[in-house]
Nanobody, 121 residues
C-alpha cells in the first residue's frame, strides 16, 4: 500500500525557517510530479510548489523567492525549504504525488496526512 508521510512542521517565529519532508513508501515503481499544498482555516487548499520528475519546479507567487522545493528520486522523497516565513504562511501543509500503480498501469494521485506549520512570535 502506497503512503505519503510528511514531517518537519512546527512552530516558528516570523522570519524563521522550516524544512518539510515527504517520503513515499510501499511499492514505488515510478513517481511523476510531486508537490506541496496548504490549507488554512476557512480557506481552500492551494498549491504552494510542485516539481516534475526531472526536477523542474513551479511556485505560487506568494512563496516565490522564499520557498524551495526539491526531490530525491532515489529516496522517493520531496522537500520544501521554507525561509522568511510570514504570518500569512500558517496552514496545514499537504504532500501530493502522482505514483505509478502497476494494477491499473496508470498514475494515481496520493495525498499525505498533512503537517501543521504555525508562525507566531
Amino acid at each position: 500500500q502506497v503512503q505519503l508521510v510528511e514531517s518537519g512542521g512546527g512552530l516558528v517565529q516570523p522570519g524563521g525557517s522550516l524544512r518539510l519532508s515527504c517520503a513515499a513508501s510501499g511499492s514505488i515503481f515510478s513517481i511523476n510530479d510531486m508537490g506541496w499544498y496548504r490549507q488554512a482555516p476557512g480557506k481552500q487548499r492551494e498549491s504552494v510548489a510542485t516539481i516534475t520528475n526531472g526536477g523542474r519546479p513551479n511556485y505560487a507567487d506568494s512563496v516565490m523567492g522564499r520557498f524551495t522545493i526539491s526531490r530525491d528520486n532515489a529516496k522517493s522523497t520531496v522537500y520544501l525549504q521554507m525561509n522568511s516565513l510570514k504570518y500569512e504562511d500558517p496552514a496545514v501543509y499537504y504532500c501530493n504525488a502522482d505514483i505509478f500503480d502497476v494494477n491499473s498501469a496508470s498514475y494515481v494521485n496520493y495525498w499525505g496526512q498533512g503537517t501543521q506549520v504555525t508562525v507566531s512570535s
